[in-house]
Nanobody, 117 residues
Framework: QVQLVESGGGLVQPGGSLRLSCAAS????????MSWYGQAPGKERELVAT????????NYADSVKGRFTISRDNAKNTVYLQMNSLKPDGTAVYYC??????????WGQGTQVTVSS
């Protein structure tokens, strides 16, 4: 079955960096658009970044443009989110996401990122 397993979260000071990873299995990873979402405390889950199947195209939420970079390694079935210049409002649970051609959506369990001094 489809599995998405995030890792790399943790506590970081404002201005710091983290790299999140999402290991995928159970589907043909290279054929799927992948995304990262973030859900801050008390708020709805929001799209942070998306990457196309070959990694050529990316899209970012305005709030993270220039600071976050999404990438993927199709040989390792893994998608990454490099997060630089983190701000306290970046505190959230970050989820890996994909959607099948039939409309089925899949989520990982999430990884907590806390930005605090």
């Amino acid at each position: 079955q489809v599995q998405l397993v995030e890792s790399g979260g943790g506590l970081v000071q404002p201005g710091g960096s983290l790299r999140l990873s999402c290991a995928a299995s159970g589907f043909t990873f290279s054929g799927y658009v992948m995304s990262w979402y973030g859900q801050a405390p008390g708020k709805e889950r929001e799209l942070v970044a998306t990457i196309t199947t070959r990694g050529v195209g990316t899209n970012y939420a305005d709030s993270v443009k220039g600071r976050f970079t999404i990438s993927r390694d199709n040989a390792k079935n893994t998608v990454y989110l490099q997060m630089n210049s983190l701000k306290p409002d970046g505190t959230a649970v970050y989820y890996c996401h994909t959607r099948s051609a039939w409309g089925n959506t899949y989520w990982g369990q999430g990884t907590q990122v806390t930005v605090s001094s």
